[in-house]
Protein backbone atom coordinates (compact mmCIF):
# COMPACT_ATOMS: atom_id res chain seq x y z
CA UNK A 1 0.00 0.00 0.00
CA UNK A 2 1.00 3.47 -1.03
CA UNK A 3 1.71 6.23 1.69
CA UNK A 4 -0.78 8.44 1.36
CA UNK A 5 0.11 12.16 1.78
CA UNK A 6 -1.85 15.12 1.87
CA UNK A 7 -0.58 18.17 0.17
CA UNK A 8 -2.44 21.68 0.44
CA UNK A 9 -2.38 24.12 -1.92
CA UNK A 10 -0.37 21.06 -4.44
CA UNK A 11 -2.01 22.57 -7.58
CA UNK A 12 0.17 25.84 -6.89
CA UNK A 13 3.87 26.75 -8.19
CA UNK A 14 6.11 24.74 -5.57
CA UNK A 15 3.22 22.71 -4.51
CA UNK A 16 2.70 21.02 -7.96
CA UNK A 17 6.42 20.21 -7.98
CA UNK A 18 6.45 18.35 -5.03
CA UNK A 19 4.07 16.45 -6.18
CA UNK A 20 5.48 15.50 -9.12
CA UNK A 21 8.05 14.08 -7.34
CA UNK A 22 6.04 11.99 -4.26
CA UNK A 23 4.75 10.54 -7.11
CA UNK A 24 7.65 9.68 -8.92
CA UNK A 25 9.06 8.21 -5.66
CA UNK A 26 6.02 5.43 -5.12
CA UNK A 27 3.90 8.05 -2.78
CA UNK A 28 0.17 8.42 -3.12
CA UNK A 29 0.02 12.37 -3.06
CA UNK A 30 -3.46 13.70 -2.37
CA UNK A 31 -4.16 17.49 -3.10
CA UNK A 32 -6.16 20.00 -1.03
CA UNK A 33 -6.88 22.76 -3.02
CA UNK A 34 -9.83 25.34 -3.65
CA UNK A 35 -8.06 26.49 -6.46
CA UNK A 36 -8.01 30.02 -5.80
CA UNK A 37 -4.89 30.72 -7.15
CA UNK A 38 -3.72 27.12 -8.04
CA UNK A 39 -4.36 25.18 -11.43
CA UNK A 40 -6.19 22.67 -12.90
CA UNK A 41 -3.54 21.62 -15.82
CA UNK A 42 -0.62 21.16 -12.78
CA UNK A 43 -2.92 18.30 -11.53
CA UNK A 44 -3.72 14.70 -12.87
CA UNK A 45 -7.11 13.95 -12.52
CA UNK A 46 -7.20 11.51 -9.43
CA UNK A 47 -5.41 13.83 -7.18
CA UNK A 48 -7.38 16.95 -6.73
CA UNK A 49 -9.87 17.14 -4.27
CA UNK A 50 -11.64 20.14 -4.69
CA UNK A 51 -11.91 21.96 -1.06
CA UNK A 52 -11.02 25.04 0.86
CA UNK A 53 -9.53 24.93 4.41
CA UNK A 54 -11.92 27.20 5.81
CA UNK A 55 -14.34 24.27 5.56
CA UNK A 56 -13.34 22.14 8.52
CA UNK A 57 -16.04 19.90 8.56
CA UNK A 58 -14.73 18.98 4.58
CA UNK A 59 -11.25 18.44 5.67
CA UNK A 60 -11.65 16.47 8.51
CA UNK A 61 -13.77 14.55 6.43
CA UNK A 62 -11.34 13.97 3.99
CA UNK A 63 -8.46 13.32 6.19
CA UNK A 64 -10.38 10.78 8.12
CA UNK A 65 -11.60 8.59 4.87
CA UNK A 66 -8.12 8.97 3.53
CA UNK A 67 -5.75 8.64 6.30
CA UNK A 68 -2.98 10.33 5.15
CA UNK A 69 0.52 9.66 7.43
CA UNK A 70 1.62 13.15 6.93
CA UNK A 71 0.36 16.73 5.80
CA UNK A 72 2.55 18.77 3.65
CA UNK A 73 1.00 22.73 4.02
CA UNK A 74 1.37 25.11 1.07
CA UNK A 75 -1.83 26.47 0.92
CA UNK A 76 -1.79 30.10 1.67
CA UNK A 77 -2.26 33.79 0.34
CA UNK A 78 1.59 34.65 -0.59
CA UNK A 79 1.50 38.65 -2.29
CA UNK A 80 3.43 40.27 0.83
CA UNK A 81 1.93 44.07 -0.74
CA UNK A 82 -1.28 42.70 -1.05
CA UNK A 83 -0.63 41.42 3.04
CA UNK A 84 -0.51 45.18 4.27
CA UNK A 85 -3.67 46.63 2.13
CA UNK A 86 -5.69 43.43 3.62
CA UNK A 87 -4.16 42.01 6.63
CA UNK A 88 -7.41 40.16 7.31
CA UNK A 89 -7.02 37.95 4.46
CA UNK A 90 -3.91 37.14 5.16
CA UNK A 91 -4.80 36.26 9.30
CA UNK A 92 -7.76 34.05 8.24
CA UNK A 93 -6.28 31.84 5.06
CA UNK A 94 -2.77 31.61 6.37
CA UNK A 95 -3.10 31.22 10.30
CA UNK A 96 -6.55 30.21 11.13
CA UNK A 97 -7.25 28.27 8.13
CA UNK A 98 -3.72 26.50 9.51
CA UNK A 99 -4.97 26.10 12.27
CA UNK A 100 -8.09 24.02 10.94
CA UNK A 101 -6.23 22.00 9.62
CA UNK A 102 -4.10 21.26 12.71
CA UNK A 103 -7.06 20.61 14.61
CA UNK A 104 -8.24 18.45 11.55
CA UNK A 105 -5.15 16.60 11.50
CA UNK A 106 -5.42 15.86 15.66
CA UNK A 107 -8.81 14.73 14.90
CA UNK A 108 -7.71 12.09 12.64
CA UNK A 109 -4.84 10.84 14.36
CA UNK A 110 -2.24 12.15 11.83
CA UNK A 111 0.94 13.37 13.31
CA UNK A 112 3.43 14.54 11.01
CA UNK A 113 3.65 18.14 9.03
CA UNK A 114 5.59 20.24 6.74
CA UNK A 115 4.78 23.82 7.30
CA UNK A 116 6.10 25.81 4.00
CA UNK A 117 7.19 29.29 5.87
CA UNK A 118 9.70 31.85 4.60
CA UNK A 119 12.58 34.22 4.94
CA UNK A 120 9.61 37.10 5.67
CA UNK A 121 9.62 35.53 8.99
CA UNK A 122 13.03 37.62 9.75
CA UNK A 123 12.25 41.27 8.50
CA UNK A 124 15.26 43.11 8.12
CA UNK A 125 17.86 41.10 8.52
CA UNK A 126 21.06 41.83 11.25
CA UNK A 127 22.90 39.29 10.14
CA UNK A 128 23.90 37.88 6.15
CA UNK A 129 23.66 34.72 5.31
CA UNK A 130 20.68 34.61 7.82
CA UNK A 131 20.94 31.40 10.36
CA UNK A 132 17.91 30.04 11.85
CA UNK A 133 18.45 31.47 15.46
CA UNK A 134 18.25 34.39 14.01
CA UNK A 135 15.69 37.12 15.81
CA UNK A 136 11.99 36.96 14.43
CA UNK A 137 11.19 40.42 13.68
CA UNK A 138 8.42 40.22 10.01
CA UNK A 139 7.86 43.56 8.86
CA UNK A 140 4.58 42.56 7.30
CA UNK A 141 1.25 40.65 7.88
CA UNK A 142 2.41 37.54 5.65
CA UNK A 143 5.58 37.13 7.40
CA UNK A 144 4.01 37.73 10.61
CA UNK A 145 1.66 35.31 10.01
CA UNK A 146 4.17 32.75 9.52
CA UNK A 147 5.70 33.27 12.75
CA UNK A 148 2.30 32.69 14.57
CA UNK A 149 1.85 29.07 13.18
CA UNK A 150 5.23 28.25 13.77
CA UNK A 151 5.40 29.22 17.21
CA UNK A 152 2.21 27.75 17.50
CA UNK A 153 3.74 24.39 16.27
CA UNK A 154 5.47 23.61 19.83
CA UNK A 155 2.73 23.99 21.44
CA UNK A 156 0.70 21.30 19.84
CA UNK A 157 4.08 19.02 19.82
CA UNK A 158 4.04 19.46 23.89
CA UNK A 159 0.23 19.13 24.20
CA UNK A 160 -0.69 16.43 21.15
CA UNK A 161 2.91 15.10 19.74
CA UNK A 162 2.26 16.58 16.86
CA UNK A 163 5.79 16.25 14.65
CA UNK A 164 6.66 19.40 12.62
CA UNK A 165 9.69 20.89 9.69
CA UNK A 166 9.11 24.25 8.66
CA UNK A 167 10.95 25.20 6.25
CA UNK A 168 11.82 28.88 5.19
CA UNK A 169 12.18 29.38 1.55
CA UNK A 170 13.81 32.35 0.21
CA UNK A 171 12.98 33.07 -3.25
CA UNK A 172 11.48 30.42 -4.77
CA UNK A 173 12.15 30.19 -8.83
CA UNK A 174 12.65 28.11 -12.07
CA UNK A 175 10.32 24.94 -13.70
CA UNK A 176 10.51 21.35 -13.33
CA UNK A 177 13.57 20.32 -16.01
CA UNK A 178 10.70 17.79 -18.27
CA UNK A 179 8.79 21.44 -18.93
CA UNK A 180 5.34 19.90 -17.18
CA UNK A 181 5.02 22.37 -14.49
CA UNK A 182 6.16 25.95 -13.59
CA UNK A 183 5.38 29.23 -11.90
CA UNK A 184 2.21 31.04 -12.83
CA UNK A 185 1.19 33.94 -10.56
CA UNK A 186 -1.85 36.46 -11.03
CA UNK A 187 -0.85 38.60 -10.08
CA UNK A 188 2.80 37.79 -10.83
CA UNK A 189 5.02 39.37 -7.86
CA UNK A 190 8.16 37.87 -8.16
CA UNK A 191 11.02 39.05 -10.17
CA UNK A 192 12.27 36.33 -12.41
CA UNK A 193 9.43 35.45 -13.83
CA UNK A 194 8.32 39.02 -13.99
CA UNK A 195 11.70 39.87 -16.06
CA UNK A 196 10.87 36.78 -18.55
CA UNK A 197 7.46 38.02 -19.12
CA UNK A 198 9.46 41.13 -20.78
CA UNK A 199 11.45 38.99 -22.52
CA UNK A 200 8.56 37.13 -23.76
CA UNK A 201 6.46 40.41 -24.96
CA UNK A 202 4.12 39.39 -22.14
CA UNK A 203 4.76 42.93 -20.39
CA UNK A 204 6.90 46.07 -21.84
CA UNK A 205 9.41 46.64 -19.33
CA UNK A 206 10.73 45.66 -15.84
CA UNK A 207 10.16 47.92 -12.62
CA UNK A 208 13.18 48.15 -10.47
CA UNK A 209 12.01 49.09 -6.97
CA UNK A 210 15.00 50.83 -5.61
CA UNK A 211 18.56 51.88 -6.55
CA UNK A 212 20.02 53.65 -3.29
CA UNK A 213 20.26 50.56 -1.30
CA UNK A 214 22.85 50.10 0.36
CA UNK A 215 24.59 47.29 -1.92
CA UNK A 216 26.90 47.44 -4.60
CA UNK A 217 24.61 48.38 -7.29
CA UNK A 218 21.85 49.87 -5.55
CA UNK A 219 19.15 47.23 -6.00
CA UNK A 220 17.93 44.95 -3.41
CA UNK A 221 20.02 41.31 -3.38
CA UNK A 222 18.05 38.24 -3.11
CA UNK A 223 18.95 34.54 -2.92
CA UNK A 224 17.16 32.55 -5.27
CA UNK A 225 16.24 28.51 -4.77
CA UNK A 226 15.64 26.29 -7.97
CA UNK A 227 12.29 24.80 -7.18
CA UNK A 228 13.40 21.07 -7.60
CA UNK A 229 15.79 21.86 -5.10
CA UNK A 230 12.95 22.68 -2.49
CA UNK A 231 11.48 19.73 -3.66
CA UNK A 232 14.22 18.07 -2.47
CA UNK A 233 14.17 19.19 0.58
CA UNK A 234 10.75 18.28 1.36
CA UNK A 235 10.75 15.00 0.52
CA UNK A 236 14.38 14.68 2.91
CA UNK A 237 12.11 16.65 5.97
CA UNK A 238 9.15 14.40 5.32
CA UNK A 239 10.90 11.22 5.56
CA UNK A 240 13.37 12.31 8.36
CA UNK A 241 9.85 13.06 10.48
CA UNK A 242 8.88 9.73 9.26
CA UNK A 243 11.73 7.89 10.72
CA UNK A 244 11.92 9.56 13.70
CA UNK A 245 13.57 13.00 13.09
CA UNK A 246 12.85 15.61 15.65
CA UNK A 247 10.90 18.62 15.04
CA UNK A 248 13.03 21.63 13.22
CA UNK A 249 13.13 24.87 11.57
CA UNK A 250 15.33 24.85 8.25
CA UNK A 251 16.19 27.61 6.01
CA UNK A 252 16.25 26.79 2.19
CA UNK A 253 18.09 29.03 -0.09
CA UNK A 254 21.50 28.79 -1.71
CA UNK A 255 23.65 31.27 0.41
CA UNK A 256 24.13 33.66 -2.52
CA UNK A 257 22.59 36.59 -3.15
CA UNK A 258 21.97 38.58 -6.41
CA UNK A 259 20.76 41.50 -7.19
CA UNK A 260 18.03 42.66 -9.09
CA UNK A 261 20.23 44.04 -11.49
CA UNK A 262 22.14 41.01 -11.90
CA UNK A 263 19.09 38.91 -12.84
CA UNK A 264 17.92 41.34 -15.39
CA UNK A 265 21.55 41.17 -17.30
CA UNK A 266 21.53 37.07 -16.83
CA UNK A 267 17.89 36.98 -17.91
CA UNK A 268 18.77 39.10 -20.95
CA UNK A 269 21.84 36.88 -21.60
CA UNK A 270 19.51 33.78 -21.41
CA UNK A 271 16.52 35.72 -23.91
CA UNK A 272 18.76 37.58 -25.91
CA UNK A 273 16.01 40.38 -25.40
CA UNK A 274 17.14 43.95 -24.40
CA UNK A 275 15.00 43.77 -21.39
CA UNK A 276 14.07 47.63 -20.82
CA UNK A 277 14.18 48.87 -17.21
CA UNK A 278 12.17 51.63 -15.41
CA UNK A 279 13.41 52.83 -11.87
CA UNK A 280 11.08 53.19 -9.65
CA UNK A 281 11.15 54.28 -5.52
CA UNK A 282 11.90 51.77 -3.25
CA UNK A 283 8.84 49.44 -2.03
CA UNK A 284 7.87 49.96 1.78
CA UNK A 285 9.44 46.80 3.95
CA UNK A 286 11.53 45.41 1.29
CA UNK A 287 15.19 44.63 2.73
CA UNK A 288 17.99 45.19 1.08
CA UNK A 289 19.98 41.92 1.75
CA UNK A 290 18.13 38.67 1.80
CA UNK A 291 20.41 35.60 2.10
CA UNK A 292 19.98 32.29 3.87
CA UNK A 293 22.78 30.43 5.62
CA UNK A 294 21.56 26.81 4.87
CA UNK A 295 24.06 25.15 6.53
CA UNK A 296 21.49 23.25 9.08
CA UNK A 297 19.60 21.57 6.69
CA UNK A 298 22.77 20.34 4.79
CA UNK A 299 24.35 18.95 7.77
CA UNK A 300 21.39 17.55 9.35
CA UNK A 301 19.65 16.32 6.70
CA UNK A 302 22.06 16.09 3.92
CA UNK A 303 20.29 18.52 1.94
CA UNK A 304 22.16 19.51 -1.30
CA UNK A 305 21.04 22.36 -4.00
CA UNK A 306 21.95 21.09 -7.35
CA UNK A 307 20.99 24.45 -9.55
CA UNK A 308 22.87 26.99 -7.29
CA UNK A 309 23.49 28.68 -10.29
CA UNK A 310 21.62 31.64 -11.32
CA UNK A 311 21.92 31.02 -15.19
CA UNK A 312 20.73 27.51 -15.09
CA UNK A 313 17.60 28.57 -12.60
CA UNK A 314 16.55 31.38 -15.03
CA UNK A 315 17.00 29.06 -18.31
CA UNK A 316 14.35 26.78 -16.93
CA UNK A 317 12.20 29.63 -15.91
CA UNK A 318 12.52 30.71 -19.27
CA UNK A 319 11.93 27.49 -21.37
CA UNK A 320 8.51 26.91 -19.23
CA UNK A 321 7.83 30.76 -20.00
CA UNK A 322 7.92 29.49 -23.59
CA UNK A 323 5.56 26.35 -23.23
CA UNK A 324 2.22 26.35 -23.98
CA UNK A 325 1.34 23.72 -22.11
CA UNK A 326 -0.79 25.79 -19.63
CA UNK A 327 -3.08 26.10 -22.19
CA UNK A 328 -3.46 22.46 -22.38
CA UNK A 329 -6.19 21.06 -19.35
CA UNK A 330 -5.06 18.46 -16.97
CA UNK A 331 -1.61 16.36 -17.31
CA UNK A 332 -3.24 12.46 -18.07
N1 LIG B 1 7.04 31.15 -4.05
C1 LIG B 1 7.95 31.56 -3.17
O1 LIG B 1 9.00 32.11 -3.53
C2 LIG B 1 7.73 31.34 -1.69
C3 LIG B 1 8.69 31.82 -0.79
C4 LIG B 1 8.50 31.60 0.57
C5 LIG B 1 7.39 30.91 1.03
N2 LIG B 1 6.45 30.47 0.13
C6 LIG B 1 5.28 29.74 0.65
O2 LIG B 1 5.15 28.53 -0.08
C7 LIG B 1 3.78 28.15 -0.21
C8 LIG B 1 3.46 27.90 -1.67
O3 LIG B 1 3.77 29.05 -2.44
P1 LIG B 1 3.47 29.09 -4.01
O4 LIG B 1 4.36 30.13 -4.59
O5 LIG B 1 3.45 27.72 -4.54
O6 LIG B 1 1.98 29.68 -3.99
P2 LIG B 1 0.74 29.39 -4.97
O7 LIG B 1 -0.17 30.54 -4.82
O8 LIG B 1 1.21 29.02 -6.32
O9 LIG B 1 0.09 28.10 -4.30
C9 LIG B 1 -0.77 28.17 -3.17
C10 LIG B 1 -1.86 27.14 -3.38
O10 LIG B 1 -2.71 27.13 -2.24
C11 LIG B 1 -4.07 27.09 -2.67
N3 LIG B 1 -4.87 27.68 -1.59
C12 LIG B 1 -4.75 28.92 -1.06
N4 LIG B 1 -5.64 29.09 -0.06
C13 LIG B 1 -6.33 27.94 0.04
C14 LIG B 1 -7.39 27.50 0.90
N5 LIG B 1 -7.95 28.30 1.82
N6 LIG B 1 -7.86 26.24 0.75
C15 LIG B 1 -7.33 25.41 -0.19
N7 LIG B 1 -6.33 25.78 -1.02
C16 LIG B 1 -5.84 27.02 -0.91
C17 LIG B 1 -4.08 27.87 -3.97
O11 LIG B 1 -5.17 27.59 -4.82
C18 LIG B 1 -2.74 27.43 -4.59
O12 LIG B 1 -2.90 26.24 -5.35
C19 LIG B 1 2.99 29.29 0.43
O13 LIG B 1 2.68 28.91 1.75
C20 LIG B 1 3.96 30.46 0.43
O14 LIG B 1 3.69 31.35 1.48
C21 LIG B 1 6.59 30.67 -1.22
Not at 3 to 23: D, N, P, R
Not at 142 to 162: C, I, Q, S
Not at 281 to 299: H, M
Not at 310 to 321: D, P
Amino acid sequence: MKKVILVTGGAGYIGSHVVKELERKGYQPLVYDNLSTGHRWAMKRDELIEGDLGDKAHLQKILHKEKPVAVMHFAARSIVSESVERPELYFRNNVINTFNLLEAMLASGVQYFIFSSSAAVYGNPQQVPIPEDHPLDPVNPYGEGKVVVERALPWYEEAHDLRHISLRYFNAAGADPEGELGEDHNPETHLIPRVLEVAAMKRPLIEIYGTDYDTPDGTCIRDYIHVTDLVQAHILAMEALLNGHPSRVYNLGNQRGFSVREVIEVARGVTGHPIPTKESPRRPGDPPVLIASSERIKKELGWKPHHDDLRTIIEKAWRWILTEKKDKGPLC
